[in-house]
């Protein structure tokens, strides 16, 4: 969302797979924007608001011709796919069309092995589909410093691709695993602290502000500028 703020998006297309998630979505881009944006559902059974500055759509309505007809094909400046963790049809179809791809891997053997199959369907995606998709980052998630196995998925994750891990790592915490069951992101539920309640939501913002600032330093590697193209044609 602050990403989003900062190159002030004209329209932004947010896709998910659960409607639960797009409105918890929702509800935390409101908390960044306030009134300056208004936002909106566009989700069949629930509401189709297509006018809205923000929608906030599940892949099950949007991907239908009957929907797709009433966007054009440059009316988003930015777009945001959320996809479930599994390698699975609607996350291929996500990296079909997209140009940026960000991977949380759990320090885990077999999100270890995931993660190969995942590498492995990104290059086939990329050879044969979609030429602009490139990786943004890995994220290390639920990673514990006493275990050997998880410094050793660590590691091994960071030797398959250098200089593309996040410096921010993100704990096995009891409170982010908590987040969901509680109905809000634990950057939401907790104040940011070092330690106890707000550690979880500490490394999560530090993740974001790495993610921000990778973002930029690659508009000024790419001559991006600040602005997107379309509001110099309002």
């Known amino acids: 969302a602050f ?13 998910v797979h659960r409607l639960n998630i797009a409105r918890k979505a929702l509800s935390e881009f409101q908390r960044v924007f306030g009134s300056s944006k208004t936002m909106g559902i566009y989700s069949a059974g629930d509401s189709l608001d297509e006018n809205a500055d923000f929608i ?7 991907n239908t011709d009957r929907h797709l007809q009433r966007f054009s094909p440059s009316e988003f400046d930015y777009i945001i796919i959320d996809t479930p963790p599994s390698l699975g049809l ?8 997209a140009n940026w791809v960000m991977v949380p891997v759990q320090a885990e053997y077999y999100a270890l092995e995931g993660f190969s199959m995942l590498m492995n ?10 030429r602009n998709l490139k990786i943004f980052g890995i994220v290390m998630t639920m990673v514990d410093g006493r275990s050997k196995l998880s410094t050793y998925v660590c590691d091994q994750v960071n030797k ?11 704990r096995r915490l009891a409170k982010v ?10 950057v939401l539920l907790n104040e940011p602290r070092a330690s106890g309640a707000g550690a979880g939501s500490l490394e999560y913002w530090t993740l974001a502000k ?3 600032n990778r973002v930029q330093e690659m508009r000024r590697e790419f001559g ?11």
């Open 3 to 15: 990403d989003v703020k900062q190159f002030d998006a004209r329209r932004l297309l947010f896709v």
């Open 56 to 62: 906030f759509c599940t892949v099950q309505t949007i």
């Open 90 to 97: 609607l996350s291929i179809n996500a990296m079909c069309a």
């Open 121 to 130: 369907s990104i290059k086939m995606i990329q050879r044969r589909i979609n």
């Open 160 to 170: 398959k691709m250098p200089n593309k891990l996040f410096n921010t790592t993100v």
């Open 177 to 186: 695993a908590e987040a969901p069951w509680s109905g809000a992101p634990t």
């Open 210 to 212: 790495e993610f921000h």
């Open 224 to 234: 991006v500028k600040e602005h997107p193209k379309l509001l110099s044609n309002r």
